[in-house]
């Protein structure tokens, strides 16, 4: 077993956070097992309380769809949101931060001028106008999501790059002869890989509360089961039956302090500081 | 044990039996085991160790600053007859300072750098004494003048980053001595330092000691300091005291084997006598190189720094040519313009006839092979993610050598460089200094270069791991038809290694000639100044000592 791992299994935050995380990921592979019909469709009278019907476990919504099978399949579109929007923040973030904290000079200059100005408008915003510009589908909000939050992440390998890029190590590899291609991906980047790695799990959450942010406006897409929709959807009735939008709250809660958790057990486990006796 | 013979009256420092626990885990259970050792009034008194010997953990275990969750286990701590080992943490803060003054080996990082110099020394007198303002102050003055500061009241108004190394480090002495302390602790306080402005603090240490009759532990790993200043040594290794007495006995005649091996490993700093080899062909010629950093942008106040100011000279095949010089002369520019790590200005580099700077960077990635380099820190200039078997082979395959052939090339490199074939799966970190400064060599030596540039290889080292590079290297050129361009600052290594030497100030070659004339008549003026400041230069290391037993 690595040390690293080792350090993680150590750390109580990450085992909660992975503990949390499997409850998540169990539901969302459960879903079509437990409830195979689908979670949009009418399952009984509307604005059930949990429990007060044995066969619809959390109750039924004001739309009177079965809240436990909506909450199940909706984990699925939160961590596949989550997911491929933090590959698209990351991957981006990191391409562009290597480039820019690599070469420096006018490359740093304008790379920065590009980064600043998508910093410069705050991330709802920005998300918002992209959505209006091309449409609510799951792929654009998806996207959409992970182009607006690039900057944190290149911001973040930029400044590792800066700083390991005049090491001896790569130096050394530099006069082997080594192209810059190698030298950014196999002599910097996995050095500067670990901080990156935490900081993803961050960017998970944020994009799973974006996600959430919009459907609360009407502005995700209609048509399919995610939390964010149930807690626009519950609204209407938040006075008199709160539950409708409390328990999708609770797992969009539940899901974000899981990978918060599990960046703080990587960084626990990453941080060779910490580690150190 | 030591025996109590530490002047008339009580010793100003004893450590009596003293042991420090580490914590659970460490590759030893106990860092400082019995160490015993006295400190009189008036008197020097160097620890000398190589690293992992304890010897800095004694002085933080004396001033009550040892790392969290390693602990006193035993003995005493004695100043001027109380023991500080067994004092509450507050009685210990008015101790330090006040009665043991402390001098760090990094005066940039021992100082405040958003705090004026002057301002640093006076709250030393505002937390112990209750003289008021002008009085402090004129202390300040006083205090910065008797360490030899040419302008105080400039000096006491510049931040750290104004001040010049020396100055910041008499800067740090002058806090130390603010109060008046009878014990004065420094730890390496001349290793991050210019030869030359050592050579000067340690005037000032001894002048100090003189005038004052301060009691002063010298922490160091320099035997060349030690023959300096020290009245009386203590050698430790591995948390132990093994042996102790009067510097001149203890230099001249080493009575434990692991002082007779480190004396042993000490160069000597006059040269060896070589036959006088014709020279080969020219290999590698430089000429005019120059180098000139400029930093800021539009709207950055410009900054220029004239690195290298036109540097010629040229490497026959099979010699040893040393660049040395002190901090910002330019001579690791040098290096790095040779590799074209870094872009020269301007000049040429002809290597076997072939300018290297005409080249476009392809052209010249293809000719790497030919000049190879080896980095100073050991610790730095491997890759901590790859085995060692891939760094070695690295360069190989990026020239396009088969798997199997570069394969065999490592276990080659490894066996040539003495280390385990098992080497090539493990990682950097499981190796010691020396072993990675190996590992570093392998890596230049697999692309079977003509030359190789050494940029401080083993300033990095311990002095017995030195001399083992130092024999490696040697080897290697002899086995493999190199020529060498080895940078160092320091002079002992530049007299055994170097054939011929350049000696460079802000920039320029001011003398340049074979070692052994260099060394026996020098005549610029800063080369005289260079080799009047290596320390210890009046001792013969070896000179009356019987012959060295093998160390381990």
Redesign the interface.
């Known amino acids: 077993m690595s040390p690293a791992l080792r350090a993680f299994l150590r750390s109580p935050a990450g085992i909660l956070g992975v503990a949390l995380l499997v409850l998540v990921l169990v539901a969302a592979a459960s879903a079509d097992w437990f409830f195979p019909r689908d979670p949009l469709s009418l399952a009984g009278r509307p604005l059930q309380w949990p429990g007060q019907n044995p066969r619809l476990l959390l109750g039924t919504d004001n739309l009177g769809r079965d809240i436990a099978g909506f909450i199940c399949h909706g984990a699925r579109v939160s961590l596949l949101i989550g997911l491929v929007a933090t590959v698209v923040a990351v991957g981006l973030g990191t391409l562009v931060g290597a480039i820019a904290g690599f070469y420096g000079g006018w490359v740093d200059d304008a790379l920065m001028r590009v980064t600043e100005a998508f910093q410069t408008v705050p991330n709802f915003i920005l998300l918002l106008v992209l959505v209006a510009v091309f449409g609510s589908e799951l792929e654009v909000i998806t996207i959409a999501i992970g182009l607006v939050g690039w900057t944190a992440p290149c911001r973040l390998v930029r400044a590792e790059f800066m700083s390991l890029r005049t ?13 810059d291609a ?1 030298l950014i991906f196999r ?1 910097i980047l ?2 500067a890989l670990p901080p990156v790695i935490v900081y993803a799990s961050v960017v998970m959450a944020v994009a799973i509360l974006m996600e959430s942010a919009l459907a609360f406006l009407g502005l995700s897409d209609p048509n399919i089961a995610s939390w964010g929709n149930m807690i626009g959807a519950g609204r209407s009735v938040l006075r008199t039956e709160w539950y409708v939008s409390a328990i999708p709250g609770v797992a969009i809660l539940v899901t974000v302090l899981a990978f918060s958790l599990v960046g703080q057990g990587l960084n626990d486990a990453l941080n060779p500081r910490l580690q150190a ?1 | 044990m030591t025996v109590h013979h530490a002047g008339p009256g009580a010793p100003l420092l004893a450590l009596r039996t003293l042991s420090v626990r580490l914590p659970k885990g460490a590759d030893r259970e106990f860092a400082l085991r019995d160490v015993s050792l006295q400190v009189a009034a008036g008197e020097i008194v160097c620890v000398v160790g190589e690293s992992g010997s304890g010897k800095s953990l004694t002085a933080m275990a004396i001033l009550g600053l040892l790392p969290g969750r390693v602990t006193l286990a035993g003995g005493a701590i004695e100043l001027e007859g109380e023991d500080l080992a067994a004092l509450p943490p507050a009685r210990l803060r008015g101790i330090r300072g006040a009665r043991i003054g402390m001098v760090f080996q990094e005066p940039m990082t021992a100082l405040n750098p958003l705090m004026p110099v002057g301002r640093q020394v006076e709250e030393m007198l505002e937390e112990h004494t209750d003289q008021p303002r002008p009085q402090r102050l004129a202390r300040v003055l006083e205090l910065l003048a008797e360490v030899g500061i040419p302008d105080p009241v400039a000096a006491a108004r510049a931040f750290p980053h104004e001040l010049s190394g020396g100055q910041r480090q008499r800067a740090m002495i002058a806090m130390a001595l603010a109060l008046e302390p009878r014990l004065l602790i420094a730890d390496e306080p001349t290793t991050a330092l210019d030869v030359t402005t050592q050579a000067r603090i340690l005037a000032l240490v001894k002048d100090i000691q003189r005038r004052r009759g301060t009691g002063v532990l010298f922490i160091t790993h320099d035997f060349g300091v030690v023959a300096e200043i020290a009245d009386r040594v203590v050698v430790m290794q591995h948390g132990q005291v093994v042996e102790t007495g009067p510097a001149q006995q203890v230099l001249h005649a080493p009575q434990h084997a692991y002082t007779q091996a480190l004396i042993a490993a000490v160069p000597p700093l006059a040269p060896p006598t070589r036959p006088a080899a014709p020279p080969g062909p020219p290999v590698l010629a430089v000429q005019g190189l120059r180098k000139t950093y400029r930093s800021g942008g539009v709207l950055a106040r410009k900054r220029v720094v004239e690195a290298v100011r036109g540097v010629d000279f040229t490497l026959h095949q099979g010699e040893t040519l040393g660049i040395v010089g002190e901090s910002g002369s330019g001579k690791s520019t040098v290096a790095r313009m040779l590799v074209r790590l870094l872009a020269a200005d301007a000049g040429s580099i002809h290597l076997q006839g072939e300018d290297l700077l005409a080249l476009n960077n392809s052209d010249f990635r293809a000719r790497t092979a030919r000049i190879q380099m080896v980095f100073q820190d050991p610790f730095a200039s491997l890759n901590p993610r790859r085995r060692v078997g891939e760094i070695i082979a690295q360069g190989l395959r990026v020239h396009g050598t088969p798997r199997a052939e570069a394969e065999a090339r490592v276990a080659e490199m490894l066996a040539l460089v003495g280390l385990d074939p098992g080497a090539i799966r493990r990682f950097p970190h499981e190796f010691s200094g020396g072993q990675r400064q190996r590992i570093g060599l392998a890596r230049a030596l697999a692309m079977q270069p003509s030359v190789l540039v050494a940029d401080e290889p083993v300033s990095a080292l311990d002095v017995s791991v030195q001399a083992q590079v130092l024999r490696l290297l040697a080897e290697a050129k002899q086995r493999m038809a190199l020529s060498l361009v080895f940078i160092t600052h320091d002079l002992r290594v530049a007299a055994q290694v170097c054939d011929r030497i350049l000696v460079m100030q802000r920039g320029l070659v001011v003398e340049a000639g074979a070692t052994a004339t260099l060394f026996a008549a020098p005549r610029h003026p800063y080369t005289q100044a260079l080799l009047a400041s290596v320390p210890g230069r009046g001792w013969e290391p070896g000179a009356g000592a019987t012959p060295p037993a093998r160390a381990e």
Do not use: D, S, T
């Not at chain 1, 090491?167 to 192209?179: D, F």
């Open positions: 090491r001896e190590y790569v130096l050394a590899a530099r006069g082997l002869g080594v192209r190698g002599e996995p050095n006796v």
